[in-house]
Structure formats: C-alpha cells, structure tokens
C-alpha cells in the first residue's frame, strides 16, 4: 500500500467517523476552543461552517451553532436560526454584539421577561417578553444587546437568519 493511498483511507475513515458523530444528537454544544495568540478563519473556513449551519437546520436542528473560541473575556460564534420563534433570554452578566451575515429576523427587545426561568448561572429563558420593541433585522445590521436586556429572536417561516455573535463578560455588570 502505497503513502498516499494509507493518507486516503485515514483521511477517509476520520472523516467517516466526523460525520457519524456529527449526526448523533448532542445534549450540549462541545466547549468552546481557548483563543490564546493570534487566531484566523479565512474565508473558505468559514463558507464551509456556514454550509454545515444550513446542512444542520435541514436535518430539523432549530439552531445550529459552530463555536470559534473563547478569549476568557469574551466568546465568538456564528449560527444559523430556522424558522421559528425562539424563546426569550436575558444575560445578567453578558453583553451581546450581534452581526446578521445573512438573512431576516424579527428581534422583540428590552421590556421584561415574565414567566423566565432564572437558570442559576446569569441566564434567564423562557416565558415572554412584556412591553419590549421590535425591530426588523436584516443582512448587514450590527446591533448591541448589554447585560440584562431581554431578548428574542423571531424567524418568519421560509425564512433563516446567520449571526456572528460576540458575548463579553459585562465588567460593570459582574462586579456588582
């Protein structure tokens, strides 16, 4: 057996097992990556993980997410939401910065959450938001949540939304 017919068949069998894992239902999201030093995605990486958001959404996963690391101050990912209304959330301690790279979505923000489930950890879900605004979000739209702003997310039927999301620990938020 020659070299590169032994790296073609272990290429294949890892990516065989990948795929096999990868269609296993999940209880919870792998961890996040550590970001220590200079980190890159080029673009290709990052066209293929969005192909496999979509792959994942048309296999009935609601949300799919790819997670690309956590600083320790704050953590990056990307997702891809398929229809549906998502339930509220708030983050005691974390802020959001919400790209939408692709897609539409109706965002319900501010207000309060009634009927949340206080997860013991900074994370409210749940229930439904009172009194809070909604704003059409779109392709291109950059939008900030801070710490302990409810919100949700709401995605039309035949319809997706791509976000690359950054969450940072609130400094003011987590010393109080």
Same mark, same amino acid.
């Given at each position: 057996m020659s070299i590169?017919?032994? =790296?073609?068949?272990? +290429?294949?069998?890892?990516?065989?097992a990948g795929i096999a894992h990868a269609q296993q239902?999940?209880?919870?999201?792998?961890?996040?990556?550590?970001?220590?030093?200079?980190?890159f995605w080029p673009s290709?990486?990052?066209?293929?993980? =969005? /192909?496999?958001? %979509?792959?994942?959404?048309?296999?009935?996963?609601?949300?799919?997410v790819e997670?690309?690391? /956590?600083?320790?101050?704050?953590?990056?990912? +990307?997702?891809?939401r398929a229809p549906g209304d998502f339930a509220p959330e708030a983050h005691v301690f974390i802020?959001?910065?919400?790209? =939408?790279q692709d897609g539409e979505a109706r965002l319900l923000?501010?207000? %309060?959450?009634e009927g949340g489930q206080d997860r013991g950890n900074g994370e409210i879900r749940g229930g439904r938001i009172v009194d809070g605004k909604s704003q059409t979000i779109a392709?291109?739209?950059?939008?900030?949540?801070?710490a302990g702003m409810p919100h949700?997310?709401? +995605?039309a039927p035949g319809k997706h939304v791509y976000i690359l999301a950054i969450k940072a620990t609130n400094a003011k938020a987590a010393a109080k």
């Open positions: 590169r017919h032994l =790296v073609a068949t272990l +290429v294949s069998l890892a990516l065989s239902p999940s209880t919870a999201p792998p961890p996040f990556p550590a970001l220590e030093g200079f980190a290709a990486q990052v066209k293929a993980l =969005v /192909d496999k958001l %979509a792959a994942a959404n048309e296999r009935g996963v609601a949300t799919a997670r690309f690391g /956590d600083s320790g101050s704050f953590k990056v990912f +990307v997702e891809r802020d959001d910065l919400l790209y =939408v923000y501010g207000g %309060a959450i392709a291109g739209d950059l939008f900030f949540l801070p949700q997310i709401m +995605v």
